[in-house]
């Protein structure tokens, strides 16, 4: 079998109860195939998943993770670093460095891309981090390491050590317009699998706002950007077709965040006869009873957001800044219309 030139690891979580939608990965992974390139995705969760069945400890499932991550032995693994999988991504990083000495070991992904100057100095085993969009440079770089041409030096968007054990950090390229995240959006589309139980899709990236703790909002140079509501439909339409029983997920740090486009696609899908479910990510200061009879009236089904503290002294230190007392009228409303509410506390 012909060696692989790239693998993308994905997050690494030891239970079920995550499971990550690739996004990304597919991307990049279609990206290096069109430009011939040898690539692959990997999914640790089909191994953690045997965890909470209790066929596996976590130790175990770790050993088996990196285990088969060393059996396939590409000439460069991308681990995604995301949340607090990060510490487990780092064990496996390593023990698959000190078997496999000749691959590159690349982080990625929001986490990798706030540490990228501590990673780079204090993880020997791993050769890069590459932060921000890799939808620019992810060719350059594997031609970089994999011929030498063009140089590593002139490669954007990454960190490493240089030959004098000094850290390098390269300028990541811009952000993607919305012409080119709607091309990303059309490569990361799938068609659905019966054994699917949601349909994951981006509808834009970035959030406007500032918060001290998110990472995303800088991850994305807090561009907000949207694709616009009918190709947004159109493209989720061509691959669900129009009589998807299934939840279609919007991925988007904060989908409602222009109330101008959010009205327009909720208008968009009642025009089309709501032909989804679908869900969301937001900001609940964003939410009002009008937007929010619009979205139930669209088939909307779940709304997610961060709450993040009920201190309204942390909310103004965190720079969240919303106003706690005026949140429980909006928690109440969301449930008289039956709309879920998944919610995160820091």
Known sequence: MEKLDILYVADIW???EVDSNYIGHRILDTICRENGFLSKVFSPQDIAKNIDDGELSPEAAIERIAADLISIHPRIYSFYCVCDSFPLTCLVAKKVKKSNEDSIIVMAGPQASALRNEIAYSLPYVDFVAYSEGEKMIVDFLNAVI????????????TYKDNTGSVVTHEPPRVLNEKELETSIRIETKKLHSEDTEFSIEGGRGCPFNCTFCITSKYWGRQHRLIAPRTLIDIILEHVGDDCKLPINIVHDHFTANR?????????????????????????????RALID????SNCVSIYFGIETGSA???????????ITGLIDTIQYLSEKKLKQPRHLL
């Not at 486009?261 to 009642?270: P, Q, R, V």
């Not at 619009?294 to 009236?297: D, F, N, W």
């Not at 002294?313 to 969240?320: A, F, M, P």
């Open 313 to 323: 002294v942390l909310q103004k230190k965190i720079n969240k800044n919303l106003d």
């Open 14 to 16: 030891l239970t079920k």
């Open 294 to 297: 619009l979205l139930q009236k």
């Open 260 to 288: 101008t486009f959010i009205t327009d696609f909720s208008n968009e899908l009642i025009a089309r006869g709501n032909p989804i479910k679908w869900s969301c990510s937001s900001r609940i200061d964003s939410l009002d």
């Open 147 to 158: 011929s030498g041409s063009p140089r590593i030096e002139d490669v954007s968007g990454i």
